[in-house]
Each structure stands twice: as structure tokens, then as C-alpha cells.
């Protein structure tokens, strides 16, 4: 190192001067540049007055060292950094220069660090912007491989230590000093100075944060007077003024909300808090526009203190701030106002208890409010104002596209609207709670949400209002809501319904939920179905394309949800391309649906499923005839029984042990009956606890219903079996004959027989002689006792009859049925037939009805008027009659004609033998008994 003499003062300004030229005194040579800088800390340690100029000379010391470091860096192939292939090594000098500032800081913080921080975060600006181009220096978007590229030279690492130093030298008294020098810098060289503010910001979070926004504060409030000269009014007298240093401000936060969110979000709301102290100062004033313009430059703050700032606006704080804001001009507060707004829109996190936080203020006050609990009329009104803003400014932002299709141009950016898509199903049911403002303001919400967001949020708010509306006044609101939409995208019921079969498949929803949506639906079907274009018509045709999803809740477990899709069903078109499989699974299901409505003696229900399964049998003919075929079989089915007055089977032996088995295992129920003594061979055995032939004791008699309960269960089911029969009216007859489809009619008396004598085939049509009885005994008693045991049969056999020619069809049950109640009477030895009531009343129903299939003529078909009057051999041979007449004139249906005014198949009797001779008995009978009968002797002439 070159010594400076020790002479006079003159000799020394000599030396000094020298010095400062760069030449050797003693020599005349030049100096290099690191015996030029060792000279240099050796003036600054002898002669600290020369520190300016000293550390001005310093700087190229650094920036030779960092040009060598970056030449070496892009030169080595290997990444290995080697400072000493090109210029001389800087590593002692730079070592030097740390030690003698370190001292001088160590020993006067108060004289030296502030100037020493100033240079070392200056100096570090420029070689970042300086260097910033260079090939191997990363960009300032990548601030942790910038961070590690400097923190690796030795130059600007050491530049970095010098500062670090000086703040802590400083963070006890005054660290303002050292900060604004971080934040001119910042200002200056800002992006490639980040790294340097996000290393020191990380090593003092706490100082930093507090102190940054301490000294940005001061320096917004420098920038003009009062409130509305700030960058946040237009209005303000030096609106064109600039804050250069908020800039910085927002860039260092920015860096520091990654890892230190919390901290920030504390600080914020200290200073927040801060501002509304009993004193008022200028500070004070410009705290909140302060924030309001951090959260505007940086949606990273907005978002870190946006929730928690809401949460702290309690009643008491929303009334100091309109204390301290009430003075400011109009149009100050107006332009506040605005920049709130503008701060919603653009708030992401907390969107929607931002959004309750404003309702929730803005809505009248409550008599019952407590009053601690109250804010002033003006907070009120303030908050109401913000909301409508809102709502047209996000109106503005979503509709303002350039384009009248909504589709065709994808929506800006709307953090606030972004936000509230995870809570639509909120948004809907407050607004169905129908509160004044409240559901007003939600409802045009939801319509912007579902306009920005479209398709998944339109139809989410649509299928929501659908699910928890509940009565037409809250139902209205998806028909207004579907209203807006529909003008601005299509598909949106079919998307509608289509979710709403995902949420059901999915079970998201609860069977409250499931059956209301479901009744939502049906109702609005019915409400507006007029019009291809109006609502109802269309949603019926979206449920169309799901009728099987929806048919598989008629036989879900809980009644309302069945009994609500057989509602959506019986309103809705069904589709004629349904297929096959699909129509027959909802007739299946339809039919089985109307049985356990029947049971439960529901109206609504009944009401329903009829409406329903009449729906579906005229989708097409094979419809129809499943339908009857369904219901026939299930009504005559031993389990149905009871419902029509029947007598139901007691379960079997079999019946008893698989019901038993469903409870125990199969080893116990064996075990149980091995335990008994055998005692084979003996009159007391016994099998399973039964006696052979009778099976096991019923544990209970089944139960009995009234009459008048069984005949409206009867009534149902007939009016719904005429219904799907096609039935028709022709008023020209004074009588108003029921006309009923003969192919309907047909089906069910196929389907009677079948179920009554499944062996037995439709083909046997001929009445054979009375003889031949004796070869169908079992068959005539089993006939008979199915007659006997369900009184329904009788109903089903005169719904045949009136669809000629149908009856024919039945020929082996009337047959079957005629000859057991011959049998009973040729075996009476009652002195009349009102002593077997049944036998009495099968008969008369058994004549009247086959006149009424045209199988009788009239003058045959009416002697059932006079059964009761008559001994039961009279009746006897009255049938005997019958039965040949039939066998002499089979019922066929050849032998039916079609008359086209009246739509009925009617049968000529004078084409067949002459009915006198089937009336010699009866001609018999009524003159025997002249005294009663020959009143009726007119109605049995030919």
C-alpha cells in the first residue's frame, strides 16, 4: 500500500491532491485501481471529512469487481466462477472497505450509518440496473435465481452486510433514515433492485413492513394538502402531482406478502385503526385514502387485508368513520366512494362477507336492534349506495363485450364475481328469503354471476332456486331469473335438468330437497306450458329427455319423492323416441307406484300415478296394453287382495320358514326343529310345530278394512282401468253407454284368464255340452273360489263386457264360474237362493254380464231379475238354459259387427237359432209362480 508522509498539512494537501489525480507523488507514476482504492481507505480512516469523495471513489471498486465476476461467470463452460482469469483480485480490497465502514458504524451509528446505508443501497441499485442486460444475469421476473446469482458475488454480498448492519445499528432509535434510502432506491431501479428488498425484507419483516409504510405514508402526505389533493381525488389542486415512493411501497410489500401475509395484514389494520384516534391530524387524514391506494396498486394487499378489515367493521367503527369523513367535500366522498366500489369489484378473498357485510348494513334498521348495536342513518345510506354502484359497475363489466352474443366473446376478469361462484347455493337462499332490499339486490346479483360465468354458474343458480323455493311467490324468482337469461345464451334448462339428475343420481341432495325440486319443476310445467317459447313448455321438453332418470325415483323409499316424480312425469310430454326398454321400466314402475299409493289411500297420490299411468298408455299401443296388463295382474295378485276386499292366503309353511330365515340363520331354524322328539309312526306326529296340511298358525288376523274404504279402493282402480281402456262417451244415447276400446278390453280379459287358469289357453272359445263339466271339475272350483275369494273379478268381467267382443275371450271363466253355481244349486236343499247370498249375486252378475257382452240376448240375459224369487233348483235350470243356448251358439267374435254410429261392436241375434226354445223353463218357472212374477212376464218374450 502506497504511505501517505507524515509531514506538514501542506505536504499532506499535497499528497491529498494527488491522491485525488490518481498519480504516485513521489514517482509520478500512476496508480492501479487497487492501490488507487487502498489509498482511498486510508484517507477515509485519516481524514474522514473526504468520506463523500472517498466512497464516491469506492464505487468503482464494485463495479469492477461485479463486471469481473459476470465476465468470469459467462466465460466458464463448467459454472465453476473464477475472478482471477481477467483484472486483478478485489477480494482484500473489498474486505477492507467492509472492516473500516463496519468500524466507523460500530463506533458513531449516529454520524455514519445513515450515510453508509444511503451509499451501500444506492451503489447496489445502480449495479443492478447497470448489469441487469448482461447475458448471464437472470431476469427480475425470477427473483430467487437473481437473489442467489448476487448473494454469490462477493461485491454486492458485501454491499448487502454493510447495509444490514447499518439498520440494526439503527432499528432501536431511527431506522426512517435507512429506510427512505431502500425506498428512493426502489423507486429508482425497481424491478431489478427487488431482490435486494426482498433479502432485507426477510432477514427484518417486522421493521421493514412497520417502517415502509411509516415512511410511505409521510411522504403521500408531503405530496399534498388535505384529503382531496391525493392521487385518489381528480378533484384535488395538484392532481397532477406524483407520490413517487407508494410505488415502492407496493413493490416491497408485494415481495414480503409471500412468507409474511400476517404480518403485513397486522400492520395494515394498526395503521387502520391508528387513523380513527379521538385527534384528527393531517396524517390521520390520509391513512385511509392511503390504503385505499395501496389496495388499488396491488390486488396481492387488497386480498391479504380485505376480509380481515371487514370482519373488524363493527357499528362502532362504521359510526367514527362517517364522524371523520362527514367534513369532507361532496365530491371527495363521491370519488371515495368510487374507489370503494372499484376495490370490490376487484376483491377476490372474502368476496361474499364482503358483500353480507354490506346487506347486512344497508338494510333498515329493526326495531328490536340494539342500540349499541345500531349505525348512524348516513353509514346506512352509504352502504345502500355502494351496493347499487356495485351492481352497475359489475353490470358495465359484464355486459360491455362489444359482441350481442354473450358466448361468442369470453368475459373480462371480475375477481368479485369469480369469488361468488363457490357460493351460489348461498346467494339463492337468501334471496329466496324474500327480505325488502335484500333478495332485490341477490336476485340482480345472481343474474350477473350467471351472465359472467356462464354456462355453469346460470344453471346453478337456476337448479338451486328450483331446489329451495318453496311456494309460487319464491318459485317466481327462477321464472324471472330464467326470464333474463334465456334472452342472452340458450340451453339452459336442458343444462338445468341435466345437473339436477347429476345431483340426484349423486345423492347431493337430501329427499326434502329432491322432492321440492321435483314439485318446482311439475308446478312450472303446468304454470306456464302454453307456448313453444315460454318456460314451462320448454322445461317439459328437457325433463322429457330424462323421464327414465326421473321414473327411477317412483320407487324410491320415501313417499314425497315418489309421489312428486309421479307428478313431474304425469305433467311432462313423453318422448316418442323413448326406448322400448325405457317405456316399459316406467310403466313397471308407474304401475307398481299407484299400487302403494292406493294402499296408503292417498288422493294427491292416487291423483298422480292415474294421471300418469294414463299418460304413458297413450305414448302407443303396446303402452296401453302393458299397462292394463300390469294393473290386472297386480290387482288379482294374492298380496292385493285385501285392498279389494278379497280374502288373502295365509302364508305357507315355506312362506313362514323363509321369513323366519331372513331373521336367524338356516343352522338355527334346523337346530330348533331337530330339538323335538320323534316319535315316527305315532298319531301325535308333528311337522315344524304344524299340523300336516294346515301348516303353522297365523300369527295375527290380517287386517280388515271398512267397506267404504274398500269400494272408493275399488273405484280408484276401476276409473283409472277405464281411463287406459280408451274410454269414450257417444251422447247421442240417452243411457250414456260407457265405450271402452275393445283391443283394451281384450287385453284385460286375456290377462284375467291367464291369472285366474294359467293353464288354460285363449282358444277355447266353444261352449262345450253341460257334460263336460264332470271332466273340469277342479278346474270350475278353482274357478269359482278365485271369483269367490276377490270381488274385483266381477268388476273386471262387466269392463270386458262393455268392450265387445271381448268377452269371448273369457269364455272359460264364465264357463268355469257357470258351472260351480249349477252344481251349488242342483246340490241346495234350501227352500230359496237367499240363503247363499254369494251364489245368488255371482249368479245374477254372471248373466247380466254376459247380456252386457252381447253373448245373451235380451230376453235370456234379463231372467237374472227374478233369481231372487225363485227356489235354487228353478235357478238351476235357468242356468241350464243358458249354458245351452251357448253351447248352441258359441261366442265368438266372428260373430260381431262394427256399427259406425254408434263406435260399437254390437251382435245380430237373428242370425243365430231362435231363442224361444232356451225359454220353456223359464215360461215354466214365471207360471208357476204367476202370483209374484207375472208382473215381469212381459220382459221374456221374444
Known amino acids: 500500500m502506497f504511505p501517505f508522509s507524515s509531514g506538514s498539512s501542506q505536504e499532506l494537501a499535497q499528497e491529498i491532491k494527488a491522491f485525488l489525480s490518481g498519480i504516485d507523488p513521489v514517482h509520478g507514476n500512476k496508480l492501479t485501481l487497487k492501490e488507487h ?159 435486494v428488498v426482498a433479502h432485507i425484507g426477510s432477514s427484518f419483516p417486522n421493521t421493514i413492513i412497520n417502517r415502509v409504510l411509516s415512511c ?103 359510526n367514527q368513520l362517517h364522524q371523520h369523513f362527514v367534513l369532507l367535500p361532496r365530491e371527495d366522498l363521491e370519488n371515495m366512494v368510487s374507489i370503494v366500489v372499484h376495490l370490490i369489484c376487484q376483491t377476490s378473498e372474502g368476496a361474499y362477507r364482503t358483500l353480507q357485510f354490506l346487506i347486512n348494513t344497508a338494510m333498515p334498521a329493526s326495531v328490536i336492534t340494539t342500540p349499541c348495536l345500531a349505525v348512524h342513518d348516513s353509514v346506512r345510506e352509504a352502504c345502500d349506495r355502494i ?107 336442458p343444462a338445468t335438468v341435466k345437473k339436477s339428475v347429476c345431483q340426484i343420481h349423486a345423492v347431493g341432495l337430501s329427499e326434502q330437497n329432491t322432492a321440492q325440486l321435483l314439485q318446482n319443476m311439475a308446478m312450472i310445467i303446468q304454470w306456464e306450458g302454453e307456448g313453444p317459447t315460454s318456460m314451462g313448455y320448454q322445461l317439459g321438453q328437457a325433463v322429457s329427455f330424462h323421464v327414465y332418470d326421473f321414473g327411477q325415483l317412483l320407487l324410491h323409499h320415501n313417499p314425497a319423492v315418489a309421489q312428486a316424480a309421479s307428478l313431474l312425469l304425469s305433467v311432462c310430454p313423453i318422448p316418442k323416441a323413448i326406448r322400448p326398454a325405457h317405456l316399459l321400466f316406467l310403466i313397471r314402475s308407474a304401475v307398481h307406484h299407484f299400487f302403494l299409493v292406493l294402499h296408503s289411500q292417498s288422493p294427491t297420490g292416487i291423483s298422480y300415478a292415474s294421471r300418469l299411468l294414463c299418460c304413458l298408455s297413450g305414448a302407443s299401443l303396446m303402452a296401453s296394453k302393458a299397462i292394463l296388463q300390469y294393473l290386472v295382474e297386480g290387482a288379482l295378485h294374492p298380496s292385493k287382495a285385501e285392498l279389494f276386499g278379497g280374502v288373502s292366503e295365509p302364508p305357507s309353511v315355506a312362506n313362514d320358514l323363509f321369513l323366519e330365515g331372513a331373521k336367524l340363520s338356516l343352522l338355527d331354524i334346523n337346530r330348533r326343529f331337530m330339538t323335538a322328539v320323534n316319535f315316527s309312526g305315532s298319531v301325535w306326529s308333528v311337522f315344524h310345530a304344524g299340523v300336516i296340511g294346515r301348516g303353522l298358525k297365523p300369527p295375527h288376523a290380517p287386517h280388515q278394512r271398512e267397506p267404504e274404504e274398500i269400494s272408493h279402493i275399488i273405484q280408484n282402480f276401476l276409473t283409472l282401468l277405464l281411463q287406459c281402456c280408451g274410454v269414450g262417451r257417444y251422447g247421442q244415447e240417452p243411457s250414456q253407454h260407457v265405450v271402452v276400446n275393445p283391443e283394451a278390453a281384450k287385453t284385460v280379459a286375456v290377462v284375467l284368464v291367464e291369472t285366474v287358469c294359467p293353464d288354460v289357453t285363449n282358444s277355447e272359445l266353444a261352449w262345450p255340452p253341460e257334460d263336460h263339466t264332470r271332466n273340469t271339475v277342479e278346474r270350475d ?58 251364489h245368488l249375486q255371482a249368479s245374477c252378475d254372471l248373466v247380466a254380464c254376459m247380456g252386457e257382452g252381447h253373448l245373451l240376448p235380451a230376453v235370456l240375459s234379463n231372467m237374472h231379475e227374478i233369481f231372487d224369487q225363485l227356489a235354487p233348483f228353478e235357478v238351476h235350470l235357468l242356468l241350464l238354459s243358458v249354458w245351452d243356448y251357448m253351447h248352441d251358439n258359441s261366442p265368438l267374435p266372428q260373430k260381431f259387427s262394427f256399427n259406425a254410429s254408434t263406435g260399437r261392436f254390437f251382435r245380430d241375434f237373428s242370425r243365430d237359432a231362435d231363442a224361444g226354445k232356451y225359454l220353456c223353463v223359464l215360461h215354466s218357472v214365471l207360471h208357476k209362480n204367476i202370483d209374484r212374477l207375472g208382473l215381469l212376464s212381459g220382459r221374456f218374450h221374444t
Open 37 to 195: 482504492a487502498r489509498c482511498g481507505i486510508l484517507l477515509l480512516r485519516t481524514l474522514p471529512p473526504a468520506r463523500s469523495a472517498v466512497l464516491d471513489h469506492l464505487r468503482g471498486v464494485f463495479d469492477e469487481y461485479v463486471c469481473t465476476y459476470l465476465l468470469d461467470l459467462e466465460s466458464s463452460e463448467s459454472g465453476v466462477v473464477s475472478i482471477h482469469t481477467q483484472g486483478p483480485n478485489l477480494d482484500d480490497v473489498v474486505q477492507e472497505i467492509q472492516a473500516v465502514l463496519s468500524d466507523f458504524v460500530r463506533m458513531n451509528p449516529k454520524a455514519w450509518a445513515a450515510l453508509v446505508s444511503a451509499w451501500s443501497i444506492d451503489l447496489m441499485g445502480q449495479l443492478s440496473s447497470k448489469y441487469a442486460g448482461r447475458h448471464g444475469v437472470p431476469h427480475a421476473s425470477s427473483l430467487n435465481e437473481l437473489l442467489q446469482l448476487w448473494m454469490s458475488c462477493k461485491a454486492t454480498r458485501t454491499l448487502m452486510e454493510i447495509y444490514t448492519q447499518c439498520l440494526s445499528s439503527m432499528i432501536n432509535t431511527c431506522p426512517d433514515a435507512c429506510v427512505d434510502a431502500l425506498l428512493d432506491t426502489s423507486v429508482q431501479h425497481s424491478p431489478h433492485f427487488d431482490w
Open 216 to 318: 410511505g405514508l409521510k411522504d403521500f402526505c408531503m405530496h399534498g394538502t388535505a384529503s382531496a389533493d391525493l392521487l385518489l381525488f381528480p378533484s384535488a389542486t395538484t392532481s397532477d402531482k406524483r407520490v413517487p415512493k407508494i410505488a415502492s411501497v407496493v413493490g416491497i410489500l408485494g415481495h414480503l406478502a409471500s412468507r409474511h401475509s400476517e404480518s403485513i395484514k397486522q400492520e395494515l389494520l394498526k395503521m387502520f385503526h391508528g387513523s380513527l384516534g379521538p385527534t384528527w391530524d393531517q396524517q390521520q387524514k390520509a391513512t385511509v385514502p392511503f390504503l385505499l391506494q395501496l389496495a388499488i396498486m396491488s390486488p396481492t394487499l387488497l386480498g391479504t387485508i380485505s376480509v380481515e378489515l371487514v370482519d373488524s367493521l363493527k357499528p362502532a367503527i362504521l
Open 387 to 493: 351496493i347499487q354502484l356495485l351492481l352497475l359497475n359489475l353490470q358495465k363489466l359484464v355486459y360491455n363485450r362489444g359482441s350481442a352474443n354473450l358466448a361468442e366473446v369470453p368475459p373480462r376478469a371480475v375477481p368479485f364475481l369469480d369469488e361468488l361462484k363457490g357460493h351460489v347455493q348461498e346467494l339463492c337462499t337468501e334471496t329466496l328469503r324474500l327480505e325488502r332490499k335484500r333478495f332485490l339486490w341477490q336476485h340482480q346479483l345472481l343474474v350477473l354471476l350467471s351472465v359472467h360465468c356462464t354456462p355453469s354458474c346460470a344453471s346453478e343458480a337456476l337448479f338451486y332456486l328450483l331446489t329451495l323455493a318453496k311456494g309460487q311467490e319464491e318459485l317466481s324468482l327462477a321464472t324471472q331469473l330464467y326470464a333474463v337469461l334465456s334472452s342472452c345464451m340458450s340451453d339452459l334448462l
Open 781 to 838: 272350483i278353482q274357478i269359482g273360489r278365485a271369483f269367490r275369494d276377490n270381488p274385483l273379478l266381477f268388476q273386471l268381467l262387466h269392463l270386458v263386457a262393455v268392450g265387445r267382443p271381448a268377452l269371448c275371450y273369457c269364455s272359460v271363466l264364465l264357463r268355469g264360474l257357470m258351472a260351480t253355481l249349477m252344481a251349488h244349486w242342483e246340490a241346495s236343499r234350501e227352500n230359496d237362493t237367499t240363503s247363499s247370498p254369494w
